[in-house]
């Protein structure tokens, strides 16, 4: 019979020593586990806080660009005396501004505002080789500004990150670019989704024929013979009294019993089909797809004159609604012929020509018509159609008038398409 030896003290300690070891080795092994683990959390952490910071930071140069874009194509471009380096100094300070309005990784986005840092100006200038628009930079007349944005850690400004707690990691750089035009070789207009075309149903007179007496757009506004009485500060959005360097027209509707062809300014139903409430509703917000003609998507100039129905004056509630929209820039429209069909401002209208302006003034007079102070103005909007390249050489050309009093030029001086163009 085989006895069984019990197993002595120091065999005992040999084996829980190597239990020890063995329950170390396991610690050290979950430990180092649970770091690579740890560590692969942050680090797809901090890509997707990363991935999150330069969204947001194309964002922001983004509606930076569109700003400054947007500054591009002022009023002052109707100013003989203008500061043109103001005016880009102006662009400048808005695009910081808005782009300061936006965050990155919760703090506001920080642009160098100097001549030479992150907003530049220039010219887009399309190669004829390659057929692609290259961007020139230059203060001569530009259209197209780039907006750089720059956090890093030699701006002192880097996106922390979760890893930055743990290490010496001063963080992130991220980086983003922008580049907004605008383009006024605008022959038409078409509403996109939810977006109206900012167009109000005005015809105004486009030339008097000799003798008459008539205020008319080329008269008073092309060739500068209008008062300049008032003017209106882009800044706060008010009506100012005092010469501001751009003309007016006066503007006279038709009148009840009277002579429709003695107005210079006709409402005018873009449908032909129109209530008063819908025609009410163009003078506030302009041109959905449903008000455009049926079959007719958009609203082109380049193919001929369009005709349009023109109402009985401007009377009733539609005074009122024309002071609501004093002082916004809209887009007004040029007639050169018109044919009365009733009293009081009934008639087709002949339309050729698409500009931009703002109202005044609005008075009612005892004979119940209607006199408006137009100015002009420069306006951008998404919903210009563009001539095709082949004619963007004459872009920011000025309009001449030919033997039959047509433009000769692509370009217009009122109305710019603006748009992300990289």
């Not at 140069?61 to 500054?71: P, S």
């Not at 750089?173 to 605008?182: G, R």
């Not at 024929?209 to 008539?214: A, I, L, M, P, V």
């Not at 009485?229 to 038709?254: C, K, N």
Request: glycine share 8%.
């Amino acid at each position: 019979m085989m006895v069984r030896r019990q197993p002595t003290i120091r065999q005992r300690e040999i084996v829980r020593a190597i239990h020890s070891k063995r329950r170390g080795s396991m610690a050290l092994a979950a430990m180092m586990s649970l770091l690579v683990i740890v560590g692969g959390v942050a680090l797809a952490l901090d890509r997707l806080w990363l991935d999150s910071a330069k969204t947001e930071l194309e964002a922001a140069v983004e509606a930076a660009a569109l700003r400054g874009g947007q500054l591009l194509a002022s009023d002052d471009l109707l100013r003989v005396d203008a500061d043109a380096d103001a005016q880009l100094e102006r662009a400048r300070q808005e695009a910081g501004r808005i782009a300061g309005e936006n965050l990155i990784a919760g703090k506001p986005v920080e642009l160098d505002l100097t001549p030479e840092g992150d907003i530049r100006f220039g010219r887009l200038v399309r190669r004829e080789r390659t057929g692609e628009n290259v961007f020139i930079e230059t203060t001569d007349r530009p259209n197209s500004v780039v907006v750089r944005g720059l956090h890093s850690r030699s701006r002192n400004n880097p996106v922390a990150t979760f890893l930055n707690s743990i290490s010496d990691n001063e963080g992130a750089d991220v980086s983003a670019l922008s580049e907004a035009s605008v383009d006024n070789r605008v022959v038409g207009f078409q509403p996109l989704s939810g977006v109206p075309v900012p167009a109000m149903p005005l015809a105004i007179l486009r030339e008097a024929k000799d003798g008459d007496t008539r205020e008319s757009w080329m008269s008073q506004i092309e060739d500068r013979q209008g008062s300049d009485q008032y003017g209106f500060d882009e800044r706060t959005g008010q009506i100012t009294e005092g010469p501001d360097g751009i003309p007016e027209i006066r503007l006279r509707s038709a009148i009840r019993r009277g002579d429709p062809e003695k107005a210079n300014v006709h409402l005018f139903d873009v449908s032909g089909t129109a209530t008063i409430d819908d025609l009410l509703q163009h003078v506030r917000d302009g041109w959905t797809d449903l008000d455009l003609p049926k079959r007719r998507p958009e609203l082109r100039l380049d193919q001929g004159a369009h005709q349009v129905e023109s109402l009985s004056g401007i009377n009733g509630p539609v005074p009122r609604v024309l002071r609501e929209s004093i002082g916004q820039c809209r887009i007004l429209f040029l007639y050169d012929k018109f044919l009365p069909t009733g009293r009081s401002g009934a008639g087709r209208l002949q339309v050729t020509e698409a500009v931009a302006g703002r109202i005044l003034s609005v008075e009612v007079l005892e004979d119940d018509g209607c006199e408006l102070i137009i100015q002009p103005g420069v306006m951008t909007t998404g919903t210009a159609i563009l001539a095709s390249q082949d004619e963007g050489s004459k872009t920011n050309e000025p309009k001449n008038r030919n033997a039959a009093g047509r433009s000769e030029q692509v370009a217009n001086r009122y109305i710019y398409k603006l748009q992300i163009t990289n």
